[in-house]
């Protein structure tokens, strides 16, 4: 039962979906609503799609908007934009990211990867992944990392990345990595991939593969840590990389990866849940779960990458960070630079999307999300 419970944390947040379903009532499907925020109609950033993961076996998935340009919050747009789909963006949404003219929904339970016209929402195909996880982009191919088995399987296969060929949108080809892959970023012409093996503890995966894009071979494993999840690149060629730790004796730390050696270079003693790289300044929070005293340790902070060392700055100065429950995403708008943090609160309930000011730190407004928001793709004019 153990296991089960850390495999539910390790995937999207699952581990109070597993806790509370058996007295949670069934929630009504998720309304076509718009919430007013303050307009900035000159922005060079037209906007950004959030990606809500939902509760598992709910298909609760959903898909919001945020116009800049008009100053309005537009909640469930997939339900919208594609009525005729019956159940809806599907079964735990997982990541997201627009290329070109196209949005890609990765769906982690539901098996597949949604292709969405950017402008409109509307779907434009399904490709078929089990059990997928992310996606990243470089010379006109996506590339999603892939679990492969049942969820929760520790017998699952060795996981993959699929290459799939963004104007057929076909597969092209797969190859295969560590158990239950991550995160991913392209630096040059190689894919780095986070794997995890977090279907099997206490047996994790502790290593960063490398794949060079031209054979799409894995050319090298790094040696990191245990339970690999976020992987991030900086302007510099260093990869940041998470590890969450067994939850119990082993911490979860940040590791900087130097891709010109392709070995770890430096440690950071700290928590980090997800972090979000711009210019020399990477922002993180920590969620640092811990089966020892059945609690989150919650923490915010900002990296600067370009001398690699933790800053005493504040992303979030008002006190709004002491209402937020569980912070669950973070991005920053590549224009004006403001901060986005989400709010899963209780995993179970609609949850809560903020914006800080990037000079100030305070709250500039906040609207309200589908179940456990994650994910943001900017949309630029």
């Known amino acids: 039962m153990m296991n089960k419970r850390k495999l539910y944390f390790l995937s999207s947040a699952l581990l109070f979906v597993l ?16 919430e007013a925020i303050v307009p900035d109609p000159s922005s060079l950033v037209k906007g950004f799609y959030l990606l809500n993961e939902g509760n598992m076996n709910m298909n609760k998935a959903s898909l919001d908007y945020l116009d800049i340009h008009q100053g309005l919050y537009k909640k469930n747009i997939y339900g919208k934009a594609n009525p005729e789909v019956v159940k809806g963006l599907g079964d735990v949404g997982n990541d997201i990211s627009v290329y070109g003219s196209k949005l890609y929904v990765v769906v982690n339970v539901s098996n597949k990867v949604e ?25 006109g191919k996506a590339y999603v990392s892939a679990y492969l088995g049942e969820v929760g399987d520790p017998k699952a296969p060795q996981g993959v990345v699929v290459c ?13 990595v560590g158990r239950q892959p991550e995160e991913m970023a392209i630096v040059g012409e190689k894919l780095y991939v986070a794997n995890s093996g977090g279907y099997s503890p206490p047996n994790y995966e502790r290593t960063v593969s490398v794949i060079d ?5 894995v050319v090298k494993n790094i ?24 939850y ?11 891709t010109k050696t392709e070995t770890v270079k430096k440690t950071f003693d700290i928590g980090v849940s997800n972090l979000a790289i711009d210019g020399d300044r990477a922002y993180f929070y920590s969620t640092e ?10 923490s915010y902070g900002i990296l600067n990458v370009k001398d690699e060392v933790l800053t005493n700055q504040k992303f979030i100065t008002d006190g709004t960070d002491k209402n937020i429950m569980i912070p669950y995403g973070i991005a920053i708008n590549p224009i004006s630079k403001d901060v986005y943090v989400t709010d899963a609160k209780d995993y179970v309930s609609p949850g809560r999307l903020y914006c800080f000011d990037k000079n100030t730190g305070k709250r ?3 609207v309200e999300t589908g179940d456990i928001p994650a994910h943001i793709a900017f949309v630029y004019k």
């Open 19 to 34: 806790v509370q379903t058996s007295c949670r009532k069934d929630l009504a499907p998720v309304k076509d609503e718009i």
């Open 115 to 139: 292709v969405l016209d950017v402008k409109t929402g509307k779907k434009i195909k399904q490709i078929d992944v089990l059990n997928c996880r992310y996606v990243s982009f470089s010379k």
């Open 164 to 176: 799939i060929d963004t104007t057929t949108l076909n597969e092209v080809k797969r190859v295969e």
């Open 213 to 217: 894009l031209n054979t799409f071979q």
């Open 223 to 246: 040696d990191v840590a245990i339970n690999l999840h976020r992987l991030k690149a900086d302007q510099y060629g260093d990869l940041y990389v998470t590890s969450r730790g067994d």
């Open 248 to 258: 119990y004796d082993t911490p979860s730390k940040l590791f900087v990866i130097d």
């Open 289 to 298: 779960f811990s089966y020892l005293t059945g609690e989150n340790k919650i």
């Open 364 to 366: 500039r407004w906040s």
